[in-house]
């Protein structure tokens, strides 16, 4: 319930430097790297191809010219899928990212998928209120909890909103880097696993808040596999578990994360799944993502 072997990925056709994500989102770097699109999708490709080497079911669907969206690649952000045939469309920060929307798709994965009722809650970004997918909402699944840094782009009451519809309970926290200026999104700072969490308990500065989090983590019986700050930088954080086609946990992430890693902690981390990693520089420095972002768990029944 927690895994999925199936997993959503758009191929960027004009990937590059956000600025209007980039006022809050400080994983970002501008540069001055010349073919970051050509670069941004060799990455792209090699991570794909990699993924269904290891027996990932991947469905990849083409970005388009018109709309520009330089951030497709990371559609986690405005939709998720769940096993009940729902399907959440989200309210987005940037206005150039609410264009990835695409009804298209929907219709594309329902020839594959079960798909139940769509839910679109984007009229919110009319109030200036956001919730951007399972970027801001790290779920256990299993225990229908909903853990979230609040920052601009995770609005409390749209989440409270979404947990009421979709039977979510949440659990919300402030997480600041080391500069004290708010985390973006909540799947840099952690991620949940079906029996561990890796997360950065160091960038929740609120004791009571932290301690929060980690008596849910271990009432729910995850075993704490902590990262510091820096770690979460070179996106540790921003790691996702899938099943493969024989049922094998995999954990899929950054070769920028794995190197990160001290061997303790991929040792604890290799007690539960095998571990995955691709290069993905450009795609991280550029849009201020990693591999997490670029995955958006397919938890339909397939037809």
Known sequence: MQTTSHILMIRPVDFKFNEQTAVNNKFQQASEQNGVQELALREFDNFVELL????IDVTVINDTLDPETPDSIFPNN??????????FLYPMFSENRRQERRDDIIKQLSDKFNIGMVTDISEYEDQELFLEGTGSMVLDREHKLAYACLSLRTNEQVLADWCRISG????????????????????????????????????????????????????????????SIDQMNHFAGNMLQVKNKNGEGLLVMSEQAYSSLTEMQVFLLEKYCRLVHSPLDTIEKNGGGSARCMLAEIHLKKR
């Open 52 to 55: 269904r080497s290891n027996g």
């Open 78 to 87: 405005w939709i998720s899928f769940h096993e009940n045939g729902e399907v």
């Open 168 to 227: 979510y309970t949440a659990v919300t926290f402030k997480a600041d880097d080391r500069d004290g200026y708010p985390i973006y999104h909540t799947n840099v700072m952690m991620c949940i696993g079906d029996r561990f969490a890796v997360v950065c308990l160091e960038s929740i500065q609120n004791f009571q808040e932290r301690e929060l989090v980690m008596q849910h983590l271990i009432h729910t019986r995850k075993e704490i596999i902590e990262i």
